[in-house]
C-alpha cells in the first residue's frame, strides 16, 4: 500500500499554471480555502505569511509519498518554503488537514481576494 500526503496549493501548481505537471502523479481532491487567515502576496510566484488578513484559495491533492521530495525541492523547502500541515475547508464544507508552503518573504503586490488566478488575471489585463 502506497502511503500519501494531502498538500494544498495556492499558486503555481494549481491548475492551470506552470508547476502543475509536477502534480501529475497526484489525486485532486478539491478546491476550497485555508480555514485560518493568512496573507497572500505576489512578486510573479506567490508567497503566503502567517500575518491573518484572508482566507487563501486552494486545490487540494493527495500525492503519493514518493513523490513530495520532488515537490519539497521545487518549493525549496525548508530554506526557501516551509511546508507545515493546517485545516483547510473544501467548497463542499467538508474539513481536511493539508500541508501547505509557507513563505515569510512578502511579494510586492498584496492579493487582497486570497486567490492567485485573480493577480495572473490582473497581470494579463495590464499587458
Known amino acids: 500500500m502506497n502511503k500519501t500526503?494531502?498538500?494544498a496549493v495556492y499558486g503555481t501548481l494549481r491548475k492551470?499554471?506552470?508547476n502543475h505537471p509536477y502534480m501529475s502523479k497526484a489525486s485532486f481532491i478539491g478546491k476550497g480555502k485555508t480555514k485560518d487567515l493568512y496573507t497572500l502576496t505576489a512578486s510573479g510566484i506567490p508567497f503566503v505569511s502567517k500575518n491573518p488578513?484572508?482566507?487563501v484559495t486552494v486545490e487540494i491533492y493527495e500525492l503519493p509519498m514518493?513523490?513530495?521530495s520532488f515537490v519539497d525541492r521545487l518549493e525549496g523547502h525548508p530554506d526557501f518554503y516551509c511546508r507545515e500541515e493546517i485545516d483547510c475547508i473544501l467548497d463542499t464544507k467538508e474539513q481536511r488537514k493539508a500541508w501547505l508552503y509557507f513563505c515569510e518573504n512578502v511579494g510586492n503586490t498584496l492579493i487582497e481576494t486570497g486567490d492567485y488566478s485573480d493577480?495572473?488575471?490582473q497581470l494579463l489585463n495590464e499587458s
Open 5 to 7: 500526503i494531502l498538500i
Open 119 to 121: 493577480y495572473k488575471k
Open 16 to 18: 492551470g499554471f506552470s
Open 66 to 68: 514518493n513523490e513530495l
Open 53 to 55: 488578513r484572508v482566507q
